[in-house]
């Protein structure tokens, strides 16, 4: 209910700030532009689920070899006691366990692509646990908003992007994304805990914790310690020779036990179009939704109204200019590429300035939650999200707060 009233919300207070420009401001262009972005958003949310098409069969394709193989199995023993106390509605060897990893796993890589399809598997498998098949399970809401936390420990795309806009040193967001998003994760994950009355102080559970704890800041001081370019060509190679070896694992696992491979591979191809064609209408509602919202002007009046508040109470406001960033990347990963990107080209400094900096953390602090939420819900027909959209949003204010410290403290 909570994701429907926000929708709703889209498209009233966009046409609401839009009256108000046409009539206070005379902007005969903003209902124009408005009509315009409905067309562009749905053409969009058409064409990225179709594109999703080839990615998803390909991996779900994968993945039916990696359960038929016994990959579920080995990944249960690995983090088995883990999983088993931040989801205990799910048996220790269920296949949605080996998804779950399996997502968690793309998304630290920074491998969106292949992240999406093994999330969606992981939520039809967590549905066949439901009870309530159209209110979200407490192991649905642990999943996506851990998912829309957005822990990266290599944001490639971003990097990418920077080095194509000239960067001196593309790479200098890394430890400070990495930071952030860290501190996203951990927000969203005790807030669940506490609604679930998980106790994260069982020895299990923070032995796990600090163990990914000491992963993440070893990887820190380690790419810390790289050039630039050392750093770039050390975690592409990284994350291609770790995601080759899993497939080569799925298909030598499959050998092993005696299956089809082609013919298990296709059957599970089969599932990835299939869902690819159910979220269309749900990624169009949300883009549209959102696209409204955006060229409207809203966004720019919420950041201009911040703004005007630090100002008031003395607070320096350089990072004001990169709250764009913020507040799309919820909302709209391409939209948030975009501003981005724009910054990078517009503001004063260029891609190395201060708030080009913060923008770029912000792109790698958090997930698009909204997004994610209306997919992956939409993808398993649950009405009812409890309290996901909430948990996902505290991880994301917790990710873009702790974004603005470190951006300070890296580049100020």
Known sequence: ????????????????????????????????KMLQSTFDMARTGFEISIGLTGVMS?????????????????????VGPFF?????????????????????????LGLD?????????????????????????????MFLVLNTSGLTVIPLSIIADRATLGSAN??????????????????????????QKINLFDRVVLAYLLGLSAVVWG??????????????????????IIIVTIIIMFIVLGLTKGIPLFETFVDGAKEGFQTSIKIIPFLIAMLVGIGLFRTSGTLTYITDGIAWIFTQIGVNTDFVGALPVAFMKPLSAQAARGMMIELAKTTPGGVDSFVSNLASIFRGCAETTFYILAVYFGSVNVKRTRYAV??????????????????????H
């Open 390 to 411: 909430t948990g996902g949003l505290i991880a994301d204010v917790a990710g873009i707060v702790a974004a603005i410290f470190v951006g300070y403290m890296f580049f």
């Open 1 to 32: 209910m909570v994701l429907n009233y926000i929708w709703v919300c889209f498209f009233l207070i966009a046409f609401v700030v839009a009256l108000i420009k046409l009539i206070v401001l005379q902007d005969v262009e903003v209902f124009p």
């Open 219 to 240: 990887a820190v001081l380690y790419f810390a310690s790289l050039s630039p370019e050392q750093l770039q060509q050390q975690s592409t190679l990284a994350t291609s």
């Open 58 to 78: 390909l991996w779900l394709g994968l993945m039916k070899i990696g359960e038929r193989g016994g990959m579920v199995a080995i990944l249960s023993r690995l």
């Open 113 to 141: 692509n292949a992240a999406t399809p093994l999330g969606l598997k992981a939520m039809k498998e967590l549905q066949d646990l439901n009870a309530e098949s159209e209110t979200a399970s407490n192991a649905q809401i």
């Open 84 to 108: 088993s106390r931040l989801f205990p509605e799910v048996p220790r060897n269920h296949p949605a366990i080996g998804s779950i990893i399996m997502n968690f796993s793309a998304n630290i």
């Open 170 to 195: 593309p790479t200098s967001i890394f430890i400070p994304t990495l930071i952030a998003t860290f501190c996203s994760t951990i927000a969203g994950l005790i807030y669940v805990a506490v609604k």
